[in-house]
């Protein structure tokens, strides 16, 4: 297949647009349509026996098995190309078989089962048996999704979900096979869709060799990126798969109406924030109107007040159960990267219409921080959320989220919407920092002298308060501070580290910061930057932000050495992570810091940022 394939060994997982699906043992154990419907499983064997797997290979985006099953062998294959998923087993053995599969469709949950009646209602869900075909399914009377097999499926429906039974006789000799298809939808399309089954069903592999020259295209633009390390070679392929087919496009949203990337299809289904920030960062390595189109969303998702929202729900209705607010976005933001992002769009070469509208998007969203998250107005805002920190769980939040539960009346008095004692955090401060010496660049370009002023005394006021407050010299480390107070809150995690990205750390405490990171006791774990140091009381090497490792914080930090001359050190973390990724070959969400297992979401976007890295590497 040479350079335009990717063939990786033993992967489950494929996606298509709003479709992400798992082989299980035999069968697709995890199936997923956007925040609409999933399947756990969508089709399984139902007595599994003894299943020898004899082969397995994953070929550009497809996954195809030889399978023993009690002396029987079979190809199984999965394909996902659009909204179209086919699942196959062919029979490569003389003898009769019977098989009896079994399968599910149901609303979509997340992780609360809970909802899902409620889910079904709030969105008029219904599912349908169609005769001599399958299973309809219809999501707020615009998303449908169509199961068809070539074996009559055995359906009972319920309120939430629909199962089914496939009995399958296979005859005698070769070739007999099982043809099993998914297809989504938009109302008013139907008949298309049950044609494409139809069309399908006479030609199951057409779907493999759509989705082989999709992800041939991919590699194609890829390569005229030039050549990197051979070590990386594998990796860099896979990555740049990741965050191209994380891609999708809902149509018929009222708010996502351009592409966007999801973070991964198989747990994280609509835009976020701050990971839309970074994979536009990676995508205008490649893509300059990718990666504009990756914020455009966002911007149009701007609320009248200023405030970028922190997620944008496919699903209103979920949005509704989780946060209790009836929009596609809850009351929260996010970290605000964006500008970053911004800045890289505007190096790599944009148009003067995407400066601008960066430039009022950005302008407002500052001006929302400064009246909405710095109730103290000392130009260091904060964060009144964990899930708007974007480090949900993590350590830092403890002792806030304790303080505001025990006087939730006083803290409410400050903010209304508030789930924690506002935190002054060092990495929020930083890209507070980061954003105002964007915007100041931006209104340049623009030809608005006053506001570029505006924005360089605005960005040196809290950089020199991030200095004044957050530094401490004793342990040599930069900390959170309480909004009330300005207390230290003595947790080591690798935010300290973006004061290096910024530029915000004296050379001393840059040289302090580096002696924390090299250190095995704390930051230099077998997979490097836990998200709180290993010698912290609470760390966690499994922990979700209590240890784990995440990928964007080993960007802000490779990033921030090389600024303060720690060439050797920036590639001696980057080696050490990027080792582990190219062993398990994965680009999972985060890591076991202490082992170094993949952890998390699979196919993970911001993951991907070590695309920019490999590529600096390779050019170092
Ligand atoms: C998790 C992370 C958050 C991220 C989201 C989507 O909630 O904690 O930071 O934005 O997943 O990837």
Known sequence: MGEDALILSGKREVVGNLMAAQLGDVGVDFFSFGEYFEARPLITLAERGRVEVREHAWVNGATRRILGLGGVEFEECLALHGDVLVYSLVKLSDEPVMLRFRGSLQVFSWSNPNFRKIMAELANVSFRALRGLGLEASYRNTYKIYLASTHPMNISVRTAEATYGIDVELGEGKIHGFTFVAIGAIAGEEEEALEKIREIMRDPLSVRGRKYAQVKGMLERVRKLGEVKPEYALLWKYMWYVILSNRAHIRRHPVLKRPFTMPSKF??????????????????????????????????????????????????????????????????????????????????????????????????????????????????????????????????????????????????????????????????????????????????????????????????????????????????????????????????????????????????????????????????????????????????????????????????????????????????????????????????????????????????????????????????
């Not at 939730?408 to 105002?436: F, S, T, W």
């Not at 930051?523 to 490097?528: E, L, N, Q, V």
């Not at 490792?549 to 921030?560: D, E, K, R």
């Open 267 to 620: 747990a994280f289904r609509h835009q976020w924030l701050w990971d839309s920030a970074f994979h536009a960062i990676v995508l205008s390595m490649l893509d300059i109107h990718a990666a504009e189109e990756e914020l455009l969303n966002i911007f149009e998702a701007q609320k009248p007040d200023g405030r970028i929202p922190h997620e944008i729900f496919l699903s209103k209705e979920f949005c509704k159960l989780f946060w209790k607010v009836d929009d596609y976005s809850p009351w929260t933001t996010q970290p605000p990267v964006i500008a970053i992002a911004v800045d890289y769009i505007v190096k790599r070469g944009t148009s003067r219409d995407f400066v601008r509208r960066a430039f009022e998007a950005l302008d407002s969203y500052d001006r929302w921080f400064r009246e909405r998250r710095d109730a103290d107005g000392d130009q260091l805002m904060a964060y009144v959320d964990y899930l708007e920190s974007g480090w949900d769980d993590s350590v830092r939040w403890d002792e806030p989220i304790a303080m505001f539960e025990r006087n939730p009346e006083h803290y409410k008095r400050l903010y209304g919407d508030i789930r924690m004692a506002p935190v002054e955090a060092v990495d929020l401060n930083c890209y507070i920092y980061i954003q105002r010496r964007v915007l100041a660049k931006l209104a340049e370009e623009l030809g608005l002298e006053d506001r570029a002023k505006e924005y360089v005394r605005l960005a040196k006021e809290t950089g020199a308060k991030v200095r004044e407050y957050m530094w401490d010299a004793e342990t040599g480390f930069f900390y959170d501070i309480t909004e009330e107070g300005h207390e230290q809150t003595k947790v080591k995690t690798p935010a300290a580290f973006v004061a290096l990205y910024a530029g915000l750390a004296s050379k001393e405490q840059a040289e302090r910061l580096v002696e924390h990171l090299l250190n095995p006791k704390e930051f230099w774990t077998t997979f490097p930057l836990p998200s709180v140091s290993a010698d912290d009381p609470k760390y966690d090497p499994r922990g979700y932000w209590r240890g784990r490792s995440w990928l964007n914080m080993v960007w802000f930090a490779y990033w921030g050495l090389k600024r303060y001359g720690f060439e050797r050190e920036a590639r001696m973390l980057a080696e050490k992570a990027l080792s582990i990724m190219s062993e398990s070959l994965s680009c999972n969400e985060n890591y076991n810091s202490l082992t170094g297992e993949p952890l998390g979401a699979p196919d993970y976007g911001w993951s991907t940022l070590m695309l920019d890295i490999i590529k600096d590497l390779s050019e170092g």
